[in-house]
C-alpha cells in the first residue's frame, strides 16, 4: 500500500487535512485507533470560530453547521455578582458558532466517505517507521486483525496528545513546554432550557463556571473542580447547589434538569517544538494542548492543517521544500498567542487553592479593566472570535 499523505487519527486535524488534500488532488489515508461510533459520540468542544466554520463552508462540510449550529455574537463575562457583555460583533466585527465537535467529525466523516476516502478505523499497534528518510511508513493492524504496512512520502501526526507521533521523534531532536493547573474542569450535559442567551463565564469566591448551550433542550456547563475529583461521588442536587452558587447575584439563576453526562477534564498547556521532524509533521493537539477556557484547541487543529495542507500542495506541485519548512515556526506563531490567551482566561476567570485575597482582588481589578475599556474588551473579542486563517 501506498500513499501521498499518511495520516495518523480522524480528528478534526486528520479529517481536515485529507479534505483540502483531496480538493487539490493529493490523495491520503487516515489510520485511525478508534471506531467511527466511538469518534462520532464523544463530547468534546463546543465553539467554532468564524474563520473554522468559514473554512468548512468552503471545502464542502459546513451546511450543517450554519443550519444546525448558533452564531454567538458576545459572551458575558460574570463577576461580583452581575452580568458584563463583550460584544465580538460591534469590537471586532467577528463572531463564534456554537456546534459540537461531534457533529463537526460526523459532517466530516459522511464528506470524506461520500468521496471514497480511505479511511482505517478501528486499528492497533500503530508504528512509525523510516520517518528520516524519504520513504517513511506507517504500519498497522486493522480492525480484522490483518497487519499492513503503509508507506508514504510524507506522514502527518494528527494523533491527538496520547498519540505515538510525538514520542517518534527521538527526544533529543523535541523541546517540550509544559505547565499543570492546579485544579480540573467537572462537566455536564443536561436537560435544561437555556439560562442565558450567550456563553456566561463566570468569577466567584468559590471558584470558576462556565454556562455554555448544545441546543434548545440540552445544556453543556463547566465548573472549576480539583484536578482529581471524582464525578461519581457528586449527586445531580449538589452539582446544581455548586452551579448555583457560582453564578448568583441580581436574581440570576441557573435552569436546572436531569443530568446524562458528566466527567472531568485535566487542564493544561502543552508546546512540542519543532512540529517536523523529517518527514513527520505534527498537527493539533500530538503537537500542543490548551486549557479549555479559550475554546482554542479545535480551532487550532484547523489552523495547522490549513497551514499544512498549502505547503503539502506546494511540495508536490513543484517539488519544494520551502513551504514544509515554514510550517511549524508559521503554525507556531498562532499556537503561541492562543497559548498566551488560554492561560490568561484561565488565570483571570480561575481561583488557584492557594489564592490569597490580593489575588482575588487583582483578578477583579483585571475582569474590570477589561470589561470598561473598549481596548482591553477588544483584546479579549478579537483573540475568542481567532486571527484570520493563513491563506
Ligand atoms: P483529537 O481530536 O484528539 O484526535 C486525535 C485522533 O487520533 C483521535 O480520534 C484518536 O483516537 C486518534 N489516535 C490516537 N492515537 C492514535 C494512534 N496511535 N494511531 C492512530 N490514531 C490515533 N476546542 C475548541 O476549539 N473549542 C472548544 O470549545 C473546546 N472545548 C473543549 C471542551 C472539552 C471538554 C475538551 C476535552 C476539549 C475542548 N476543546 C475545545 C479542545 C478540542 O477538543 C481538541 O483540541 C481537538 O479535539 C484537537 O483535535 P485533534 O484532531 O488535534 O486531536
Ligand atoms: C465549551 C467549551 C469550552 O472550552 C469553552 O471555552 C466554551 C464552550 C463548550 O463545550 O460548549
Redesign the pocket.
Known amino acids: 500500500m501506498h500513499t501521498r499523505v499518511g495520516i495518523?487519527?480522524?480528528?478534526?486535524?486528520?479529517l481536515v487535512l485529507s479534505l483540502l488534500l483531496a480538493e487539490k488532488g493529493i490523495d491520503s489515508v487516515i489510520?485511525?485507533?478508534?471506531t467511527r461510533e466511538e469518534?462520532e459520540r464523544t463530547?468534546?468542544?463546543?465553539?467554532?470560530e468564524q474563520g473554522t466554520v468559514d473554512l468548512l463552508v468552503r471545502h464542502g462540510a459546513g451546511d450543517r453547521a450554519l443550519r444546525e449550529g448558533a452564531r454567538h455574537d458576545g459572551i458575558e463575562l460574570r463577576f461580583g455578582g452581575r452580568p458584563h457583555r463583550i460584544d465580538f460583533a460591534g469590537l471586532v466585527g467577528r463572531s463564534v458558532w456554537l456546534y459540537p465537535?461531534h457533529e463537526v467529525l460526523k459532517d466530516l466523516v459522511a464528506a470524506r466517505t461520500a468521496a471514497s476516502a480511505d479511511i482505517r478505523f478501528g486499528?492497533s499497534q500503530?508504528e512509525l517507521r523510516g520517518l528520516e528518510g524519504d520513504r517513511p511508513s506507517v504500519a498497522f493492524t486493522d480492525d480484522g486483525g490483518a497487519r499492513h504496512e503503509l508507506t508514504c512520502t510524507v506522514v502527518a501526526g494528527?494523533?491527538?496528545?496520547?498519540?505515538?507521533s510525538r514520542r517518534s521523534i527521538p527526544q533529543g531532536a523535541r523541546t517540550e513546554h509544559f505547565r499543570a493547573y492546579p485544579f480540573g474542569?467537572f462537566?455536564i450535559l443536561a436537560e435544561a432550557p437555556p439560562s442565558s442567551a450567550e456563553l456566561v463565564y463566570a468569577h466567584s469566591e468559590r471558584g470558576f463556571a462556565l454556562i455554555s448551550t448544545r441546543s434548545p433542550g440540552v445544556q453543556r456547563m463547566y465548573f472549576q473542580c480539583a484536578p482529581d475529583e471524582e464525578a461519581d461521588a457528586w449527586s445531580d442536587a449538589r452539582i446544581w447547589d455548586e452551579l448555583q452558587a457560582r453564578v448568583v447575584g441580581d436574581g440570576f439563576a441557573l435552569q436546572e434538569g436531569p443530568i446524562f453526562q458528566r466527567g472531568v477534564?485535566p487542564m493544561r498547556s502543552f508546546v512540542c517544538e519543532p512540529m517536523r521532524h523529517g518527514r513527520l509533521f505534527l498537527?493539533?493537539?500530538?503537537a500542543h494542548?490548551v486549557p479549555?477556557t479559550g475554546?482554542?484547541?479545535?480551532?487550532?487543529?484547523v489552523a495547522d492543517v490549513a497551514v499544512l495542507a498549502r505547503a503539502l500542495t506546494e511540495f508536490f506541485a513543484t517539488g519544494s521544500e520551502a513551504g514544509l519548512d515554514a510550517y511549524g515556526p508559521t503554525a507556531l506563531r498562532r499556537v503561541w498567542r492562543a497559548q498566551h490567551f488560554s492561560w490568561w482566561m484561565t488565570s483571570m476567570l480561575h481561583t488557584p487553592p492557594d489564592a490569597s485575597p490580593f489575588d482575588v482582588q487583582r483578578q477583579l481589578g483585571e475582569l474590570d479593566m477589561v470589561t470598561g475599556s473598549t481596548a482591553g474588551a477588544a483584546y479579549l473579542a478579537e483573540a475568542y472570535t481567532g486571527w484570520p486563517l493563513d491563506g
Open positions: 495518523l487519527g480522524a480528528g478534526p486535524a486528520g489510520v485511525e485507533t478508534r469518534i463530547i468534546r468542544a463546543g465553539v467554532l465537535q486499528c500503530v494528527c494523533d491527538g496528545s496520547n498519540g505515538i474542569w462537566g477534564i498537527a493539533g493537539d500530538a494542548v479549555p475554546a482554542k484547541g479545535l480551532n487550532l487543529a
